[in-house]
């Protein structure tokens, strides 16, 4: 099959968990990558490394352990910087995943500033978006009296951009939405999107959550008017570690946001009658931050870096179009989202008729196959589809064509238990 | 059922009674009357059970005249909530109450738990979910709703036909 990482077998010995067995002797089938992603040996390695070797407080510890945290925490940030082609490191905050970072980004867009959302502002998102993508912007809006708006989806699962210029207008002060669907696989048009928005001066935020673990990224080479002014990503689903997320904001919105949360290692001076506030990254990094996982972090963007992204996503697309021709030869499938042929992500989300997505995991999960079911966190966009539910398989670099099989033979068997085949 | 060693777990899990109650809810459907209305759905998936209770005076206080219900979602929950109306219908809200929490007990024991077939009836084809910790919340779903809309029957059974929202 072409397109499929070099050397996958050797890549697969990079994650101990695969080589698992589950109840009954059966090899784990792990299809849940866009829910979580498995962790190769060297990042499990990096952060006991550090716990056993380096672990101190950093930027506030005046020993040789507290330099050596310090200097692999700021070496993490570095990596960062250079996995999205960040124009400066400052610009990269850490936060506990992509949710935490929305939510400081919709907190501080309430409170006074240039950037203050009030009454009659109205800010964009779009019907595809994971919760964490919505909620924060709801809670913004109905706080200050602002507008939520959202752009509508076609059939075919894509983001309906005809009334775009009717969306985005002078009264828009934000829109945020994600780069690629964790439930339709959809990629959108960012650069468009940014475009429009930029004329009429909003802030641009894009959720990478997904796009992160499966596309390059290089902010620097966007056009300036097609950048987003801020992108999160998380962790876990970059083969990283829970706990650890990614604000990237451009330096003229983050400098121009308030402080979000306060506390310690966030200021310049305290005095009981006001304080002044630490410079980028570190005024929005209050308390100790988690250290292990930014390591953990910097190990694993590191080891995707090393196998290249461009492969990485040729083999998404690769294992992503197989599993798409599989599941078209299962009876009863429909798959909401772009279909064979189409660009699209590597989540892949379906109904099977007659059976319910649980029902369908349950008998997946009794031969070692893992999948999601249920609403991934974007119930809106079941709504339009007019499901209450789907099941979820969601591969990545380590997935084999032979997993894929395996997943599309137990479709089958899920078919039969339930009495609907033939 | 199906090939290989993986069949038996499943069917431990997935009874015939489950499955036939699967295919034909018992009592399903909202109907009239009712004093009570309650709406609840599982967050973690997306499961939504609308469920009705109607209670009315009997010769040893009050009775469970009728649960009906509209309700999406799997196989377990499906089943689970017509096993329930069809065991609650008519009996006196007490004896209803105290089944409840033997079902409770079955589904938080851990699989630890043996049921008692003379106060659970079809029920206790639910026993093999207790050792699928995912799948207890989807079990519980259409109990947990008739528990709630019986206490709130209970505090407005003046009214009839409130039609709560």
Redo the contacts between chains.
Sequence with gaps: MDGLLPQLDVVRKDFPILERTL????PLVYLDSANTSQKPQCVIDAMVDHLEHHNANVARAMHQLGAESSEAFEAARDTVAEFLGAPSRDEVVFTKNASEALNLLANTMAWAGEHQVGEGDEVVVTEMEHHSNIVPWQLLTQRTGATLRWFGLTDDGRLDTSDIDALITERTKVVSLTWVSNMLGTVNPIADIARRAHEVGAVVVVDAAQAAPQMPIDLAAMPVEERPDALVLTGHKTVGPTGIGVLWGSRALLEALPPFLGGGEMIETVRMEGSTYAGLPHKFEAGTPPIVEAVGLGAALRYLSDLGMDAVAAHERAITAYALEGLSTVPGVRVMGPGVGEERGGAISFELAGV????VA??LD??GVAVR???HCA?PA?ARFGV??TTRMSSYLYTTPAEIDAFVEALE?AR???GVSA | MTAGGTGQDLDALYQEIILDHYKNPLHAGLREPYEAEVHHVNPTCGDEVTLRVHVAPGEDGDVVSDVSYDAVGCSISQASTSVMSDLLIGKPVAEALAVHEEFLALMQGKGAVEPDEDVLEDGVAFAGVAKFPARIKCALLGWMAWKDAVSTAGTSSTQTNGGTA
């Design positions: 109840a009954g002797n059966r319910h997505p649980h029902d349950q008998v009794s031969r079911a249920g609403h119930r079941h209450q539910s068997a039969t238990y339930f």
